[in-house]
């Protein structure tokens, strides 16, 4: 891997982090996803221009759970965030769209699982058609954006 500068990434180049495949390369989940709590796991995988796929990720969906969400996780099952849904989707599908709607993506540890815990990120629905994420902070305030979809 080669290592990124600060300086690259406030001045938005980050040419290091390219990776140059000259055949692409295809993101593949497989399965629903659906505007309501879900009990199952996806896989997502990489595909190459040799048409072999390998897993990359594992979503474990369990919203109906003590600490309900989606855990995802290495291919080797070692966690990697923890996607709280309980401000998203209710039982019977979406909470209201009015900006009231978010989840908070934390790290995937025993004590990031509290509802204390300081997110790495919080997204936000903004209206029907819009989301924007961004930094979790201390005291419960959104931090900067890191991106507007």
């Known amino acids: 891997l080669n290592s990124v500068r600060a300086a690259d990434i406030e001045e938005g180049n980050l040419s290091s982090m390219v990776v140059h495949r000259p055949g692409g390369v ?3 989940m ?3 996803i659906q505007p309501r709590h879900q009990n ?3 896989d997502i995988s990489i595909g190459n221009d040799n048409a072999t796929t390998e897993v990359l990720f594992r979503v474990v969906m369990s919203e109906n759970g003590q600490t309900p969400g989606i855990m995802i996780e290495m291919a080797d099952r070692i966690p990697v965030a923890h996607v709280d849904t ?3 989707v209710g039982p019977g599908g979406p909470r209201s769209s009015n900006g009231q709607r978010y989840i908070r993506i934390t790290r995937a540890t025993l004590e990031s699982l509290r509802e204390d815990a300081i997110p790495f990120a919080i997204v936000k629905s903004l209206n029907q058609h819009e989301v924007e994420a961004r930094r979790g902070m201390p005291n419960g305030a959104l931090g900067e954006l890191i991106f507007m979809v």
């Open 26 to 28: 295809t993101l593949a």
């Open 86 to 88: 309980r401000q998203c």
């Open 30 to 32: 497989e399965g629903p």
């Open 40 to 42: 199952q796991t996806l």
